[in-house]
């Protein structure tokens, strides 16, 4: 069992930055590969980016470019730098994990066994 705490969520201005933070507890996250979603209101939880345990990393094509997760192992945290924020970037943002295997589909909602609380992102124009 992993549990996932996610902080550094806020209001920004566009064109802003945000550094949100996912600390895992009950399991070292070196096993596991990390994602982040993010939901808006009315609309279903989306995929953001993911990074595996071998730290190759996957973006949605909304973000890319702007986005950047990582992972430092050491602290048990899995990050998400957000630059230039765009007001469409308004959601609650998840981190999820799921333990290590070969195949890993990283955009599937499915594919992610433990989830966060979620913190949410508010970015005005």
């Known amino acids: 069992q992993v549990q996932l705490v996610e902080s550094g969520g806020g209001l920004v201005q566009a064109g802003g930055s945000l550094r949100l933070s996912c600390a895992a507890s009950g399991r070292t996250l070196s096993t596991y590969h990390m994602g982040w979603f993010r939901q808006a209101p009315g609309k279903e939880r989306e995929f953001v980016a993911a990074i595996s345990r071998s730290v190759n990393t996957y973006y949605a094509d909304s973000v890319k470019g702007r986005f950047t997760i990582s992972r430092d192992n050491a602290k048990n945290t899995v990050y998400l730098q957000m630059n230039s924020l765009k007001p469409e970037d308004t959601a609650v943002y998840y981190c999820?994990?799921?333990?290590?295997?070969?195949?890993?589909?990283?955009?599937?909602?499915?594919?992610?066994?433990?989830w966060g609380q979620g913190t949410q992102v508010t970015v005005s124009s």
């Open positions: 999820t994990a799921r333990y290590y295997r070969d195949s890993y589909y990283p955009s599937q909602r499915d594919e992610y066994n433990y």
